[in-house]
């Protein structure tokens, strides 16, 4: 492909996606998209030798059996046997296990464990290799077996156990030599892309049987009309898969992210609907339990109401204290004016009565008075003093002031003392009060105090609104970045613009394989046959007896013949082209064990002769029961023949 041809196709690419050319190149980088407008030059692959030996083990030992086939390279060879089950399917079972480095491959487990020695030898372009492999016979195990790959004349490509290892190796071999490159598939039942390699190509190189594909083995990822795109030609076919397995898998990637982010989306609904009613299940437990919150709240008002209680009792009682007080000042001077009325009333009584006395002796020295001493007189005589009549006793004011004054004093102690009477009352109210609101205070604390689960309840409702909350969140819709919308549109442009660049030559191709398939097919024998349209999809269309069919509703007879139709068909399709990658060798087995009569067999062989002929480098080997249409095609020196009962080994 030209400098400007590649500069075109990305361009174009470019344009349609809406995007800068350095990141269209970026893109192409990432996903590995290389544009192969032009195809490397054919090159042939031919079997040069096929050797292997071992011991027989049945009913009775044998001496030790050996097959050779050398001398061989382009054109056409036959393995020919009078019957079957002498050995021809082994023979080629051995050479496709050789070029595949798949031991036992298609070998039958038996004759596998007679082998113990395989030596064989095939060309690429001229350049000789040799797969050499040494196992103890009666094994069947592949790792028991040594293998080694010989480059040349001498050049160790590998040497170890006959595994994986082996297969490797020489699908890594004939991917080089051949110009093949692996292709991708992406399958949407897996969500993986799948890739194809030597195994799937060189299985299109071997026919035995009906089979199920048109081309090769496999009918996975498309691979019939893959091999025959590849084995023809087709240029750009390779960019193509690439660019829609590519794609396809991040579409795929994108839509399993949106179906993630939408099973997470429902998983996050189911469980916040969970969640929900777990809640609504812990509130209603809660309801059912005293209200701590309320509690707390109502003991914060309860302290208030007891501070102000205590200070209502403590004004209560200072002003009992001052009205006892005052309620006791006023009893003391009631007394003491009551005191002093009494003394001034036992004042006036004593003078009074004193004077009236009639003491009998002196009060000085207690001698008797003389008889008679007071005697009756007309006047008050003193008994002590003899004065005759004595002054009158002079009305006093001071017991009419103290009456008042106890009347005053009764009155004030009255009113102090029905005070302080109501100053202790309103100190037992308050102290009542106060010891109402302690006691509410007390219940509050003595139910806060005892632990009903509240506190829990509240803990996990506080964690599942924490947890609802987070689940809100990871549900809001996933936003895309615009790098990855941009590779999507690269991509989708690049699928684009390089079917463009193949797609008006493939319909001609495919018209051209149709059309030579339809002839060959029914020169072999499939009768009835109208049309065949190979489709880009890899269908393939019958018309067959004014019916449609397809490939798989053909009997088995008639799908051994379109499997050689097909195989020779894309290799004269590639042929007149003259751009054809197939490698030019071809196996057949048993090509007319299917009932086919002796005009189709020969019809059969006689096209592999003519493809043999006008195609250079091109090798068929094919084995089968010795016929004369077989043995007219394939010269003595080319066939490897035994009669009557004999086997090949």
Known sequence: MTTQGLTDWQDSIAASAGAPRATVEGTLAKYGIQAQATLPRRRALAIRSVRFEGVKHGNEPTDRFAFEWDGLGPGLWALLTDGNSKGKSSVLAVTRAVLQGRFPGGIKQDVWAWIDRVDATFAIDGVEFAVRLIKPAGTTRARDAHAAVIRGQGAVLYEGPADEGLERTLSDIFLEELGFAKFQAYRSDTGRASEHGWPAMSSALFISGPGVAIFGDYTEDGLPIRLIQLFVGLPWISTYTAASTALKRLEAEQRKDEDADRR?????????????????????????????????????????????????????????????????????????????LQQERDEQAAGYVFRRLRPVCCPACEARFEVGRFEAAPAEICGLCGTADLPEEAPRDGEAFLAAAVSDAKDSLDAATAAAFRASESLRDAESARDGVLRELEDVQSRLAYDDGAEQIHRDIAGVEARIDELRKSIRPEIHTSRDQEEVDILEATVKATKHMFERLQQEVLADVSRSLTRLSTDFGVRNLESMNLLANGQLRIRQGGTDLSFTKLTPGEMVRVRVAAALATLEVAGERGYGRHPGLLVLDSPGAQEMSADDFSALIGSVASAVGRFGNLQVIVGAVSRPELEERVPLDRRRQVRDDKELF
Do not use: C, F, Y
């Open 264 to 340: 997470q989306a429902d998983h996050a609904t189911q469980r916040i609907i969970a969640l929900e009613n777990e809640l609504q299940a812990h509130r209603e437990a809660l309801k059912r339990l005293p209200d701590r919150r309320g509690m707390r709240a109502e003991l914060k008002a309860l302290d208030a109401r007891l501070a102000a209680a205590q200070a209502e009792v403590t004004d209560a009682r200072h002003d009992a204290e001052l009205r006892k007080a005052a309620a006791a000042e006023a009893r003391s001077v009631h007394a003491e004016t009551r005191r002093q």
